[in-house]
């Protein structure tokens, strides 16, 4: 399939891209893994802080989402739905290894990872980084979900309710207690102070 | 909103700059190869139509119980050979086979039909012969005494016995009554059932004693 080609299905929902695949049309799943792929590496990745065992959980949850395609429902979100089974994938895999996202924290190295930068640029590097990363281990693992999930894999709060089986009110409440938190991490550091 | 303790509520402003410092941190992208994997994975699974037949789990649980019940009675009902007698019902008893085909060829041990599915038993005495059965098996006297000589003819006794005791139950008149009892007896003493055989010629002695045949018949028997 041709790049102009590949530009133009891009241009399409979610859902329809979904359903094109589900009736034979291979381009349109790879449409999703490309336009989806950082977003859902990067959870799982925040989640268990291993590169190797982020990468397994990355293609266990992609394998499940060709697997049960025919169960995807298109009145509901495909982005919530990609991440309910990322979420699932990620506990099933940490409760196999019998350990909490806590204990992986200290394992976390996060070494020759290819990176890509958004629109922000590299305004994060080296120290900053290690901090942003220490902040976040700071948080409880339900308002960190909720955090990287808003952020990161920019998910509506209605999206990381769905995923996480909770009312958009509780998400809102955990993002709210979440951000609490973090401010406090960073006023300690200065790292407000110093921004502002 | 509840405040966790010890957490001071951030201005607008360390809101939004916390937000950018997350959002400006670079995003990780998988290795190519494991992409590859994926797509391969994805292109290879729409070549496999089994995936797309979908089979409710209630169905499966329901079929499941089905099938077990089935062959739970199954295994029930074979277990006992007359089983098939005694649980149909009096209308039903007609149409059930002659021979129950689990039921061993040994004479000695042979039940008929009849008596297993309770029109008469073996011991029932011949005075009771004449009160009618409560529902007789389809075909009139005439076609079972005749299928029964046939049967008779071709040395089956102990089906042509059967079938003369279902003629005999349909009530026959006159002179097939006779032939009934008659052969019915020639039957029974070809089965060496003599007892009963002598019943039926007994009975046979009292309508008729000058049947063709019976005294030469009675003559040979014990």
Redesign the interface.
Known sequence: MGRSNIEGQTQLTDEILFSR?KA?D?AS??TL?AKH???V??FI?KMVKSQAHA?DI??ET??KV??R???FRSDVSFKAWLFTIARTTTIDALRKKKRTPEDLDDEGQ?EG??????A?????EGE??SL?TEALKKLPPEQRET?VLR??SELTFEEIGEVMVCSTNTVK?RM??A??????Y??KKGL?KE?? | MIKEPNNQTNTPLEDELILKLYQGEACTTPPEALLKTIQAQAAHSLSKPGLKIFIPRAWVVGLSFIGLVGIALGIFHWSKPNAEYEIVSPLERGRKPLFNPFQPRNNDDFVSPAVSSGFLTDEEPLGNLSAPPPLPPPGDAETLFLQAMQLQMDGNFQLASNLYRMAWMKNPEGRRQQDVLFNWALCLKQTNRTRQAIERLKLLQKINPDYPGLNEVMGNLP
Do not use: A, C, P, W
Not at chain 1, 120 to 124: I, L, M, P, Y
Not at chain 1, 179 to 184: E, I, R, V, Y
């Open positions: 695949y034979g291979n799943f790879n893994l792929k950082n977003q590496f990067t990745l990468e990355f293609q992609f394998f060709v697997e395609r025919e169960q996060i990872i290819s990176v890509e930068t958004n922000h640029e590299n305004v994060v900053l980084g942003l955090f952020v990161k409440s709210r207690y951000m609490d938190t973090l401010g406090d960073f006023r407000l921004i502002t």
